[in-house]
């Protein structure tokens, strides 16, 4: 995956955060590629295919009290416990950034798959060889810790 592809995921991420739910969240560290292996997750996963131009996913993932207070954010309404509500949102926000990421790279034709979301503990998704995964450590201070993963490859 080209390294160009993951600064239209940092400013998605961040624009659609802070214009859908009044929070700005911030990089926390390095940026982690994940060749092969298993990669843990929080207990809120969210997950959304890439097909057309370009084969792949964008993954993210957050503690359950986080997502509960992004999507209460994004809603309007305190999410109290997990819920349709909670999942819906979730994905939606998920299809928002991908949606506005994918437009910045630009002569790319990509597609977006709808988004499914997983909620449970000991989370883990597996990396492929040969399709790495960029994990991409964030923060809402006001919140806690998300990543954003991505796995991209021109078809």
Not at 10 to 38: I, N, Q, Y
Not at 92 to 100: C, P, R, S
Not at 114 to 137: D, E, R, S
Request: aromatic share 8%.
């Amino acid at each position: 995956m080209k390294i160009e592809y993951v600064n239209p995921f940092v400013e998605a991420t961040v624009h659609t955060f802070k214009s859908m739910c009044g929070v700005e969240p911030v990089r926390d560290g390095k940026l982690e590629l994940k060749e092969a292996g298993f990669i843990g997750a929080y207990d809120l996963l969210g997950v959304l295919g890439l097909s057309g131009g370009v084969r792949g996913a964008i993954l993210m993932t957050m503690d359950l009290e986080v997502g509960k207070k992004v999507v209460g954010a994004f809603l309007m309404e305190a999410i109290p416990e997990a819920n349709a509500d909670l999942m819906d949102g979730y994905g939606e926000i998920l299809n928002i950034i991908a949606g506005a990421a994918a437009a910045k790279l630009e002569g790319m034709r990509i597609n977006l798959a709808l988004p499914t979301v997983v909620l449970g503990k000991n989370q883990q998704m597996h990396a492929k060889i040969g399709n790495p995964w960029v994990i991409i450590p964030m923060k809402f201070p006001e919140w806690g810790k998300f990543n954003i993963e991505i796995s991209m490859e021109e078809a």
